[in-house]
């Protein structure tokens, strides 16, 4: 299973994002799917999740402004980010979880500028 965010950028404050979590080799709809994100010289923190049932949580820090959503036509995720802060600025993560197993992608940058 490989996975890949994908749809980073910079923006301003108050702008609005969507990225993308893929999957090859595997169907996403099966996975839980967690989105991560890792600023410089912090952790990485927890963002939303999806199950594969649909249901959603987000960290206190995105709610109301980030939502996670599946295409399972096209087999990706996306975690819409709305109302973007200059604390959002990280690499995001999407990460996969089945059957016990943890699948994690390459990160992409969002820089939220003032």
């Known amino acids: 299973v490989q996975l890949q965010a994908s749809g980073g950028g910079s923006v301003q404050a108050g702008e609005s994002l969507r990225i993308s979590c893929a999957a090859s080799?595997?169907?996403?709809?099966?996975?839980?799917v967690d989105w991560y994100r890792q600023a410089p010289g912090k952790q990485r923190e927890f963002v939303a999740t999806i199950t594969s049932g649909g249901s959603t949580n987000y960290a206190d820090s995105v709610w109301g402004r980030f939502s996670v959503a599946r295409d399972n036509a096209e087999n990706v995720v996306h975690l819409q980010m709305n109302s973007l802060k200059t604390e959002d600025t990280a690499v995001y993560y999407c990460?996969?979880?089945?059957?016990?197993?943890?699948?994690w992608g390459r990160g992409t940058q969002v820089t939220v500028s003032s």
């Open positions: 990460s996969g979880l089945i059957q016990g197993s943890r699948y």
């Open positions: 080799g595997s169907t996403l709809s099966a996975f839980t």
